[in-house]
């Protein structure tokens, strides 16, 4: 990564990063496709039935969890965060995994790159790529979920 | 077949267009947001997934057209005509501009196109920036949000209008952070046959400036290509092409970390997420091929109209006014 060594060709660990990135994308976007059909072919039951969703979709997400926690979950708070993950049994909540996935898979691709970039002596990026993994984690862990 | 390649895309466009701006759509929206009561006028469940899907494969045509990320167009359009409630459009809308940015990133990451090294300091600004504007824009009443849209989308238009692009901008010399960063590269310039040097300048206002693009990103879940560029071009000094593609994978990043707020807080109804999902990507694919005999300068007017059009839409609706 010296200055020495550019070239038109990509780094080691920007080739690293898109061959990761590449990998996730594609497996997101196959299981997104396979969960959304498992969900509107009705092969999964869904928590919300389908022809009840479009009851549901104009109000604000506060209201809206509320609502369907009301009417189809029981539990004593709607599902944030990572909640979810207890009714991926339902086709609905299935859909929720290739998007996490989706979202997720550049948390994977930072951590990838962090030991080659200390290992070529690039600790500012090092430590960079590290705060980018730690800011996305705290993002994806659902601590900073607010609400209106 | 170069005409009727032409004609297809108009139609196409024309059609799209018409669903997009019809009265119908239009009533839906307002009836939804005078309605108190869930709407249920017995619409069979699969008929919004099916336009919804139409529509954003029309968008994904036009967006390539003209030159804009998908977020862009998603959310005004969508939240402007649509029954759909913002906090959904925007989680939405920033999944389409998520996955835009995820499936173009590898490759550009691999041409040397987008830099690594150029996207690691910005991402890491932008995207903190973008979990502050999610859990914000999340924070706010509704019609605040949809005010500011309006204003936004109108300002992007502005930007649109105005913004000049430099292929090649002239940097005497890399400033001392960009140095110290080694931020700088070499790409293939095909029409050229050469490669091109390129280094950065005012790296300090350059990320200075991404935090009020990641803050807006979030948001508003619209992504940022629109803003990107024109900081990294014109601002920073980095060749038209670096600045378009580095863009591009910036988005798979700040987007991510909003993405992840809007997720947790619920703002994501798979029933509207995977049509659009599927069709702006689809509508991208035809657009690449369509882009071959298009008019660009035609489509970015249009796409200028288009976003005029829905950011007033997103003002008078935010306004309480009913002004169409």
């Known amino acids: ?148 | 077949m170069r005409n009727f390649a032409l004609r297809m895309g108009g139609a196409w466009l024309m059609s799209g267009l018409t669903m997009v701006l019809s009265p119908a759509m239009v009533y839906a929206s307002e009836a939804t947001a005078a309605s108190p009561v869930p709407m249920n006028d017995g619409t069979a469940w699969w008929v919004w997934p099916v336009v919804l899907f139409v529509v954003t494969f029309v968008m994904g045509i036009i967006a390539v057209l003209g030159g804009v990320g998908g977020g862009v167009l998603y959310v005004p359009i969508i939240s402007g005509f649509f029954p759909f409630h913002l906090d959904f459009v925007r989680g939405t809308g920033l999944l389409v501009a998520l996955s835009g940015a995820l499936a173009a990133g590898p490759g550009l990451l691999k041409a040397n196109l987008a830099s690594l090294r150029l996207a690691v300091p910005v991402a890491l600004i932008a995207s903190t920036m973008a979990i502050v504007g999610a859990m914000v824009g999340l924070a706010l009443p509704t019609n605040i949000v949809q005010i500011l849209l309006g204003a936004t989308i109108l300002g992007i238009v502005v930007i649109m209008f105005t913004a000049k692009k430099s292929d090649i901008p002239d940097v005497p010399q890399a400033d001392s952070l960009s140095s110290a960063l080694r931020i700088c590269g070499i790409y293939h310039e095909y029409s050229s046959k050469q490669d091109i040097n390129w280094k950065i300048h005012r790296t300090i206002p350059g990320l200075l400036t991404f935090i009020v693009i990641g803050f807006m990103a979030g948001m508003f879940g619209l992504g940022a290509g629109w803003a990107n560029v024109p900081v990294l071009n014109l601002m920073m000094g980095a060749p038209l092409k670096i600045s378009v593609a580095t863009s591009k994978f910036l988005l798979s990043i700040t987007d991510t970390s909003a993405a992840w707020i809007y997720l947790n807080k619920g703002c994501v109804i798979p029933m509207m997420v995977v049509p659009s999902l599927i069709g702006i990507m689809l509508g991208s694919f035809v657009g690449v091929r369509i882009l071959k005999v298009a008019k660009p300068t035609f489509i970015r007017w249009m796409v200028i109209v288009i976003l005029s059009f829905a950011g007033l839409k997103a003002l008078t609706k935010g306004l309480g006014v009913e002004l169409f």
């Not at chain 1, 990761?20 to 039935?49: N, R, S």
């Not at chain 1, 509320?66 to 979810?84: F, K, L, Q, R, V």
């Not at chain 1, 989706?102 to 951590?111: E, F, P, R």
């Open chain 1, 1 to 148: 990564m010296s200055a020495t060594n550019i070239s038109v060709t990509a780094t080691e660990e920007q080739l690293l990063y898109a061959k990761i990135l590449e990998k996730g994308m594609y497996f997101g976007l196959l299981l997104m496709f396979v969960t959304f059909a498992l969900y509107v072919l009705g092969i999964m039951p869904a928590i919300v039935p389908k022809d009840m969703v479009a009851e549901y979709w104009n109000l604000p997400v506060g209201e809206y969890l509320e609502t369907i926690n009301h009417n189809y979950i029981g539990w004593a708070h709607g599902p944030t965060g990572w909640s979810w993950m207890k009714l991926i049994g339902n086709g609905d909540f299935l859909n929720f995994v290739p998007i996490a996935i989706l979202s997720g898979v550049t948390i994977i691709c930072y951590a990838a790159i962090v030991p080659g970039l200390f290992q070529r002596g690039d600790k500012a990026y090092g430590i960079m790529a590290i705060a980018e993994v730690l800011i996305l984690a705290l993002a994806a862990s659902g601590l900073l979920a607010v609400g209106h």
